[in-house]
């Protein structure tokens, strides 16, 4: 390659000719809170349609008619996501420049096609916060897709909270795979810190580890993947197991769902097994754990 790729061109421009973004000084600017509250009242949004639903239902009301007007138009799906892909990729551009910052490769600095262009580092969030974010998306979780079954749902209605659910199972998964992975790190450091004269830390870069998970990060999809079969399998699994025969399906649907509860469960909880051990050898890929680069 003698040029640069058109993505790393819009990054080079992006970025100024300082070539770097963000400053990692941790204080939120105006354009981070002005996202925020719009993810907030975007995510708010699209769970009132349900929300309405299980408070008239459980109180004997008559279900309130939200089709129309604003709430309708946001829980359009067209709208849905590409409204939600939108504020959530400014919300983690803004934090990520607010505890980190992303600019030019050093190494790669005056190349003209430089693969890895483009380097990264963010400030960790402390044990204490990554431990409670993973809990609260936990219990998230369990009500999005717990809730509605506590009434006669409506799969229109809560379409939306399944499909957050949906989102947010693999997210979590990942969440506890980059705890693990932090845990483990630090460990490691302070064992060759104790180890070595002057505290310095030596790292040895072994090739598969580094594209593994370093730069491609497949440790944690592999726990984001597992953690979303696991939860699907859990659930029909569940309904298997509580609902009477005859409002499961007929005796057809009922082997299908067997099996594919079979799959799902020995197939995730390995994969997560892995996923999460995979996660404690971060310290083969030879780089810090606060750093990143670009796949090009």
Known sequence: ????????????RV?????KLGGGTGRPTISWWITFALCVLFFLATLLPGAFTLVHRHTGQGLVDVSDGLLG??????????????????????EYTRRGSIGVSAQQRGRKAPEGSFESEIRL??????LAWFVGLAVLIVALLGLPATVDWDLDIFFVWFLWGAILTPVN?????????????ARWYRRQAARNPHGRVRRTAQPFWRSFSYRWRLDLWICGA???????????????????????????????AIAVTTVLLTTGVPAMVFGLWACTQFWR????????????
């Open 226 to 256: 597992a953690t979303l079969m696991v939860v699907t399998g859990a659930i029909i699994g569940w309904n298997l197991a509580s609902l009477p025969a005859d409002e499961f399906g007929d005796a057809e649907d009922i082997q299908e």
């Open 173 to 185: 998964g990942a969440v506890l795979g980059s705890l693990v992975k932090k845990i483990a790190y």
């Open 125 to 130: 969030l402390p044990t204490p916060l990554h």
């Open 285 to 296: 890929s030879g780089e810090d754990i606060r750093t990143g680069e670009s796949a090009t």
């Open 73 to 94: 138009v946001i829980n359009n799906p067209y709208v849905f996501a590409g409204v939600g892909m939108l504020l959530m990729c400014a919300m983690w551009i803004l």
């Open 15 to 19: 970025l100024g000719e300082d070539g």
């Open 1 to 12: 390659m003698d040029r640069p790729n058109p993505t790393n061109m819009i990054g080079y």
